[in-house]
Nanobody, 122 residues
């Protein structure tokens, strides 16, 4: 069974940092690009970042570029999202998803975890 389990969300003040993780199982993790998407209340799912299989290429939405860093550990089947300089606009449920997404419609990434909530508030 394919599973993606996110962790690391929480409440953080503006300007703070969080590191999200995603534990993958049930498939050959190193063979897939991986993606983070997010969904804020009342808004559509938004693509955040994508990483290639061997982490050679990474892509970021303009809204997070320079603040977020995606990474992966293929030996441990783990995906990460390091988030710095958080703002209230980053408040959302964050999901890891299987697949490469070059500014794609994130709805096509149907293999996702259940998400982890990130709330940025003073």
């Amino acid at each position: 069974e394919v599973q993606l389990v996110e962790a690391g969300g929480g409440l953080v003040q503006p300007g703070g940092s969080l590191r999200l993780s995603c534990a993958a199982s049930g498939f050959a993790f190193s063979n897939y690009g991986m993606t983070w998407v997010r969904q804020a209340p009342g808004k559509e799912v938004e693509w955040v970042s994508t990483i290639s299989t061997a982490a050679k290429w990474t892509l970021y939405a303009d809204s997070v570029k320079g603040r977020f860093t995606i990474s992966r550990d293929n030996a441990k089947n783990m995906l990460f999202l390091h988030m710095n300089g958080l703002t209230t606009e980053d408040t959302a449920e964050y999901f890891c998803a299987r697949g490469w997404c070059d500014k794609c419609d994130p709805r096509i990434l149907t293999t996702r975890g259940r998400g982890t909530q990130v709330t940025v508030s003073s």
